[in-house]
């Protein structure tokens, strides 16, 4: 029988319950924890203190991660000295069942949550450094401003195809600087047919920043289009008002994508001047892998935290929730497994749209990363497109983990190199 003491904690926003186990299960005392006062954190600690006396042992401390509501009381409670434990909330969920009647409230939900610390080989939860919070924060801001504009271009694109469907035909993309300028003002074919000629193509001119002649070739295109299309136009009041809010949310949440990507570049100026800079230069690194730039890096930096938590690449591809799911029971295994995706979500991804620049070629049709293109082409001969995509995925997981583990930047080499440097090695040994 584990002999520590253990308290569960069930968060909430305002207030948090806390239940503390004796060594034999049994509930030794509970407190509710508001989050308006410190003197209700001193109260825990003191509950904490003498459940220490009590059993000549300092208890651990269990909690759900619950959004940034666990934040204020996991830092108060390490910084008075007590081993924290984070838990996925899948996994505080798996003991929902553990009593046979339906019962859920929070102080039964504390109770689970310290036995599942019985159960569970749980983990110390680090605490971040001030840097990679900041960070963390920073890329997922930027990376739902991105998922929101998104949403508001398409948005768009639907109100723009019954006002005029073929407006694309002259600007491919509708979202862009000319062409969000041109349905501002102008909101349907019958506006732009009746619009002044000199003052439209200026517009074009001046939104495009190209020549006289390529505007002129553009509103006489758009005024040709408008006229074929303006009888089928759709031009209702809600059209109209939907397309006017679009424009102005799609700028918005431009700028604010702009706001957080000069805040990640003004952390990562800040930390390049200290002494002992480290985030600046682990990004390096890690840019210096093809197919990672600046923001994918600062993004994977954010999501990992410590690399040195990790002994071994298939830990961090566990991490990462790119391991396959593995569905055995009895004489009974499964053929067909898919990723886990446990873990960070926005790791995951960085790492696809990172993968899927290892597998193209540039301009010239020269290949990004030969080596990776190379592994693709050939696990394409017997796997699924997406199915070779997740081993090269796997695969740039085990180049940063080993740019990380040996602090030194990329290096391309191929695999009969790798096995000569590697024989090499082992000789010498």
């Not at 740039?396 to 983990?401: G, K, P, T």
Request: aromatic share 8%; hydrophobic share 40%; proline share 3%.
């Amino acid at each position: 029988m584990n002999t520590v003491p253990v308290a569960g904690i069930d968060v909430a926003k305002r207030f948090s319950e806390m239940a503390i186990l004796s060594p034999s299960n049994e509930v030794y005392a509970r407190i509710r924890i508001n989050h308006d006062s410190y003197t209700n954190f001193e109260k825990a600690f003191k509950l904490l203190k003498k459940a220490e006396k009590e059993f000549a042992v300092k208890p651990v401390v269990v909690m759900e991660s619950t959004g940034h509501y666990h934040k204020i009381l996991f830092h108060s409670l390490t910084k008075v000295g007590y081993a924290v434990h984070i838990i996925n909330p899948i996994q505080s969920d798996s003991i929902k069942n553990i009593g046979i009647r339906k019962v859920k409230n929070d102080k039964v939900d504390a109770r689970k949550i310290a036995l599942l610390y019985r159960f569970e080989q749980l983990k110390t939860a680090n605490i971040p450094g001030e840097d990679i919070d900041c960070l963390r924060s920073l890329c997922r801001h930027y990376y739902k401003l991105s998922d929101q504009l998104t949403a508001y271009k398409n948005r768009l694109m639907g109100t723009v195809d019954q006002l005029f469907l073929s407006f694309t035909d002259v600007f491919k993309d509708a979202t862009s600087a000319t062409a969000l300028a041109i349905l501002e003002e102008y909101l349907s074919p019958e506006d732009i047919l009746k619009a002044d000629r000199d003052k439209l193509i200026s517009l074009i001119r001046q939104t495009s920043r190209k020549g006289l002649k390529w505007a002129t070739g553009k509103y006489e295109l758009l005024c040709s289009k408008a006229r074929n299309f303006s009888p089928l136009s759709i031009n209702s009041i809600a059209n109209a008002a939907m397309l006017k809010a679009n424009i102005s949310m799609i700028k918005t949440l431009t700028q604010s994508l702009d706001e957080a990507l000069e805040a990640i570049h003004k952390l990562l100026e800040q930390d390049s001047k200290k002494d002992m800079p480290t985030l600046s230069l682990t990004i390096d690194i890690l840019c210096s892998i093809p197919g990672i730039g600046l923001l994918t890096a600062a993004t994977v930096v954010a999501e990992v935290g410590d690399f040195s938590a990790f002994s071994k690449p298939d830990k961090l591809v566990a991490f990462s929730g790119i391991d396959p799911s593995i569905n055995q029971s009895g004489q009974f295994e499964g053929t067909k497994s898919k990723m886990s995706k446990r873990g960070s979500r926005l790791l995951r991804r960085v790492l696809f749209t990172s993968a899927l620049a290892n597998v193209r070629k540039k301009r010239d049709g020269k290949e990004i990363n030969p080596v990776l293109y190379e592994y693709y082409r050939k696990k394409c001969l017997s796997k699924p497109k997406k199915v070779a995509l997740g081993a090269v995925m796997r695969k740039l997981v085990a180049i940063i983990f080993a740019v990380m583990r040996d602090k030194k930047p990329f290096v391309l080499r191929k695999p009969e190199e790798h096995a000569k440097m590697l024989a090499a090695k082992n000789l010498a040994a």
